[in-house]
């Protein structure tokens, strides 16, 4: 793995913040109603691709996860600007402008979506690691999903055959304690959700979802054990979401003492602390950064409002191969 040094850490602090503050533009701008139907914000998760990015092989490693995907795929690499068009439903979206906020994606950039279903994407993992063992590519895929998502019954098909085969893929639960408004509490016996991943022999572990150096160091061992041909690891990533599930979320299944609690452990305050803490920077100049990066939404915010809406022909011509379209009556 790539060492973790100061500068390690000033990228985590840019990168992180550019996308706490991404994510509030968003609900800004759902506010005003220029993005519509669902929107799920990732504030308080930012460790999470920080650590995993850092792990990865940029050059080759996939990514797919659920609908809670904006930040995800910008940390794999996509600009910004056409994610944010996307979400605003315009041409130069990744999707042009027709997949919006729950299907993100780039093949470009090895990032698979933004997927709708709950535990959909987890077979879609497999699938894409299958590949590229079958073509003797050295990828591992990272597949993401929700401590809801490991009630489906699918994970459990899933983690048999990963294991079977030895399939080069690594699972992922952004474990932020609540599916939807249900607690994990309330939805198994078993709380620990790594234990899941134990009944299948597969290596499993809880993590610390706030820190992005543990969560690096945790997904490199797995990453390179995938990578070595060794199979599937499974890793409960405990992390908490400051906002509602989605927009329309009321949450009224949690308290604001519970909430406060967890935003003393907000990743973000807990890096700028320990930068002023290790000198690697003044105060001053991570200020400066803070204001680099509202610019940079800014300017993300500026690209897709000026960008087009798709046409009606963009939508046949994104959605179908065949152009002479028989199956339509028009």
């Given at each position: 793995?790539?060492?973790?040094t ?10 992180m913040?550019f ?5 509030d ?21 930012e460790?999470?691709?920080?650590g995993?990015?850092h792990a990865?092989?940029m050059?080759q490693?996939?990514?797919i996860?659920?609908?809670?995907c ?39 950039y ?21 590949a590229?063992?079958?073509f003797?590519r ?20 899933t ?10 893929v ?6 932020n ?8 509490k309330r ?18 572990y ?7 150096e543990?969560?690096?160091?945790s ?14 690891t ?36 807990s ?26 939404v ?11 809406y ?9 959605v ?10 028009f």
């Open positions: 793995m790539k060492e973790i100061e500068k390690t850490y000033l990228k985590w602090f840019r990168d913040s996308w706490r503050k991404f994510e533009k968003c609900r800004s701008l759902y506010l005003k109603r220029k993005i519509r139907g669902f929107l799920h914000l990732y504030n308080g998760q460790a999470i691709p920080a995993l990015t990865m092989d050059s490693d996939n990514m996860t659920a609908y809670r904006h930040i995800l795929p910008i940390s794999m690499g996509v600009d910004p600007r056409i994610i944010m068009a996307e979400l605003l439903g315009k041409k130069t979206g990744t999707s042009n402008g027709i997949g919006g906020s729950m299907h993100i994606f780039s093949k470009k090895r990032f698979y979506g933004g997927h709708g279903i709950v535990g959909g994407q987890i077979p879609l993992g497999a699938g894409i690691a299958f590229d063992k079958y003797r050295k990828s591992v895929t990272i597949t993401i999903m929700g401590d809801g998502a490991v009630r489906q019954g699918v994970l459990h098909e983690f048999n055959m990963a294991m079977i085969w030895k399939l080069p690594v699972f992922i639960c952004e474990n304690k609540y599916a939807m408004g249900t607690s994990v939805s198994a016996n078993v709380e620990e959700i790594y234990k899941i991943g134990l009944n299948y022999g597969m290596p499993s809880p993590i610390d979802g706030m820190n992005p543990k969560i690096a160091k997904a490199f061992n797995a990453i390179e054990r995938a990578r070595n041909g060794n199979g599937a499974f890793l409960d990533i405990k992390t908490y979401r400051y906002r509602g599930h989605s927009m329309s979320d009321s949450e009224s299944y949690r308290s604001k003492e519970e909430i406060n609690f967890f935003k003393k452990k907000d990743p973000i305050l890096l700028k602390n320990l930068i002023i803490k290790k000198k690697w920077e003044t105060v001053e100049n991570l200020n400066i950064i803070e204001n680099e990066v509202r610019e940079k800014d300017s993300c915010v500026e690209f897709a409002e000026k960008s087009d798709p046409s009606l022909q963009d939508m046949y011509d994104v179908y191969d065949e152009k002479s379209y028989p199956f339509l009556d």
